[in-house]
């Protein structure tokens, strides 16, 4: 593990230890073994930048978890995945201002010379490495949707 976030989930691992935090361990147990299997699977080292994916997928999949869960009635598993989300958020960047997200795609727009809602990709192309882990991707698609049409 080299990468600097690594570095950092390593170094909450070591103090989650010491402070026996059972549940912060969990979660960043979860990540850390998150890492290893793509590097087994793919044979690779993950980087930061491949790592803010897995942790942005990571977030994802509770956020979902924590909708179902408060649907159906059960407030303690959606708690127990906000919690994780809480943890997991921790090792991200500082989200984007919606401010800030418009300019960015404002900016991949124009760089792409996007002219209709068939460009989407070209402007996600460019917004979506920047916005990795800053900010929930489905909500940048919709922002450039509404922008393109």
Request: proline share 3%; glycine share 6%; aromatic share 2%.
């Amino acid at each position: 593990m080299s990468t600097e976030l690594k570095q950092q989930i390593n170094a909450a691992i070591k103090d989650a230890m010491r402070a026996q935090a059972k549940e912060r361990l969990g979660v960043l147990r979860l990540i850390s073994a998150e890492f290893k299997r793509v590097e087994v699977d793919e044979r690779i080292e993950v980087d930061d930048s491949r790592a803010l994916v897995l942790l942005d997928k990571m977030l994802k999949q509770r956020r979902e978890s924590a909708t179902q869960f408060s649907a159906g009635g059960r407030p303690e598993l959606a708690d127990k995945e906000n919690n994780e989300i809480a943890i997991i958020q921790e090792f991200l960047p500082k989200p984007l201002s919606d401010a800030e997200l418009l300019d960015l795609i404002h900016s991949a727009i124009t760089d792409s010379g996007a002219t209709g809602p068939a460009d989407l990709g070209k402007v996600i192309a460019i917004v979506k490495p920047q916005a990795q882990g800053r900010c929930d991707m489905g909500k940048v698609s919709q922002l450039i949707k509404a922008q393109l049409s």
